[in-house]
């Protein structure tokens, strides 16, 4: 049976670090329509919406042709906002594209929803990407939420601290970078909705330690294909560059 995805992009218009940064200019259009035709380029979902508290950016996207909702509560996460957005539509696996990621791609997308047309005992409730850090100052970068696995790939910790620490250098274990592009079980990010913010989610600032602390699995698969998320202005200087270098 194949799965029904609806893909959302959750965009607040106060961004705490990079206020307004989904309505700048990305090389003739805003990061927000950016990111948004770059989920419906791939043709992977039933459908794609734009979830967000401002009428500045929902018109934004509606005046594109694209299809937005408003969200009716506040929210103080982008799973949250995705949960309220989608609680009544039909649907099994619900894409999480982050709306400051406008260069998601097909081939990272698939390699989610595979995870779950082969999981068929339903163990896995989310999957994420990762990428591999190897400058130094993206590894101490706070900004950059660093991830680490078991041996099947599944999530154990997420920070914004380097981890592993490197305390034996004489052993090589990559650092990856958490790239905020979530594929959820509708029954998981329900859960996550219905549910408290957890300690260590509260003190590091990063949602999907909720989900660790609850006991749900996080499948991570590792992706080459370098994401600029933006949260700073030099961020957007530098997707302006990407974007330029890839067209």
């Known amino acids: 049976m194949s799965l029904k995805v609806i893909a959302v992009i959750p965009a607040r218009y106060e961004a705490s670090r990079f206020p307004a940064k989904l309505m700048q200019d990305l090389c003739g259009k805003s990061v927000i329509v950016r990111t948004y035709e770059a989920a419906l380029a791939t043709h992977l979902f039933d459908k794609v919406i734009v979830a967000t508290d401002s009428s500045i950016i929902y018109d934004e996207i509606t005046n594109h042709g694209g299809d937005a909702v408003m969200s009716k509560k506040e929210h103080d996460c982008g799973s949250d906002r995705i949960a309220e957005a989608v609680e009544h539509f039909d649907a099994d696996i619900i894409i999480n ?10 081939d990272d997308l698939k390699k989610l ?91 590091e600032k990063i949602e999907c330690l909720r989900y660790l602390e609850h006991g749900k699995k996080i499948s991570m698969i590792i992706t080459d294909h370098a994401s600029i998320g933006i949260d700073t202005p030099a961020d957007l200087e530098a997707a302006r560059a990407l974007w330029i270098h890839n067209n």
């Open 97 to 106: 594209v982050q709306g400051d990621e406008p260069f998601t791609n097909y």
């Open 113 to 203: 929803l595979e995870v779950f047309e082969k999981d068929q005992d339903k163990n896995i409730a989310l999957a994420s990407l990762m990428h591999e850090l190897t400058e130094e100052k993206d590894i101490i970068n706070p900004n950059n939420v660093k991830v680490i696995t078991d041996v099947s790939g599944n999530a154990i910790y997420f920070s914004r601290s380097p981890i592993p620490f490197n305390r034996a250098q004489d052993v090589s274990v990559p650092v990856y970078k958490h790239i905020g592009i979530y594929a959820f079980r509708k029954t998981a990010l329900l859960d996550f909705y219905n549910s408290s913010a957890t300690p260590l989610e509260l003190k």
